[in-house]
């Protein structure tokens, strides 16, 4: 089911499915808002708005918090609307800090998280994250960067911060995550596929370390198109899956079961 989490269509017409998807489609371009089931994400403001991928991502880093030691604090930058520290805040007990540096999308993130029930453990500051001033070290760090460095840039700046590089770039968000990584934390990112032959030497000059990828599929026709990535200073066996976001015209099993939680109607 599409995050707009409109209701399922009745009986098994392909026709009818398609069609459907694509008014969910049509829909979500224009909806200026997702609800999930304990919050309601507004992004009409945002330059980067919610999509499946990012859903994906923040259910698959909660699980993952979930099942470490418990974390204390919690860094997302480049927080956006919220919507990764929401993810999280509803499957762990930490505090979480966001920051953005676009006012739009740091204003909305604001009535977002006040109008949530984790309010209390979201802090969200507007800054440059390179030079912000930081007092203290995060047991976990979370990060969906700029998409598109070294692509060519559109003409709307706040579009070009998120999809291009414009703001942070991939080397000096590692260089960062290394600074204020503690010891024994770990951190975790959503990139493009094609991003993953930057990204390994960077690793080495910080220090750190894969223990997981996870390639993010449309379908199982289709090649990868984003990693999700587990990182830490600590060296091991690099762990690598995949996840299939649909099987025919349903979502796949893993993936309902990492959203269920979240999306309305799984």
């Not at 453990?121 to 440059?128: D, G, M, P």
């Not at 990182?231 to 099987?247: N, T, Y």
Request: aromatic share 10%; proline share 4%.
């Amino acid at each position: 089911m599409h995050p707009l989490q409109l209701s399922r269509p009745p009986g098994d017409f392909t026709n009818t499915l398609i069609i459907h998807h694509l008014l969910l489609i049509i829909i979500a371009l224009s909806n200026p808002y997702f609800r999930f089931k304990q919050f309601i994400v507004n992004h009409d403001q945002c330059s980067m708005k919610v999509t499946t991928d990012s859903c994906l991502f923040g259910a698959w880093v909660a699980h993952h918090i979930r099942n470490m030691d418990p974390a204390k604090n919690i860094l997302d930058i480049g927080s956006g609307s919220g919507l990764l520290s929401l993810m999280i805040a509803q499957q762990t007990h930490a505090s979480i800090e966001g920051i953005e540096i676009q006012q739009e999308d740091y204003r909305q993130s604001i009535d977002n998280i006040a109008n949530s029930p984790f309010a209390n453990r979201i802090t969200l500051h507007q800054a440059n994250a390179i030079q912000f001033h930081y007092n203290k070290r995060y047991d976990v760090i979370v990060s969906n960067p700029p998409f598109y460095e070294n692509d060519l840039k559109g003409s709307i700046a706040g579009k070009n911060i998120a999809h291009h590089d414009a703001g942070l770039k991939l080397p000096e968000l590692l260089s960062l995550i290394a600074r204020q990584l503690t010891a024994d934390g770990a951190f975790f990112l959503l990139l493009p596929q094609k991003r993953l032959a930057d990204l390994k030497p960077l690793m080495g000059k910080n220090h750190l370390f894969i223990n997981e990828i996870t390639a993010v599929h449309q379908t199982e026709n289709h090649d990868a198109f984003r990693i999700m990535l587990r990182g830490s200073f600590l060296k091991s066996k690099s762990d690598a899956c995949s996840i299939v976001i649909k099987e025919g015209t349903d979502y796949s099993a893993v993936f309902t079961r990492l959203l269920k939680d979240y999306y309305l109607y799984l």
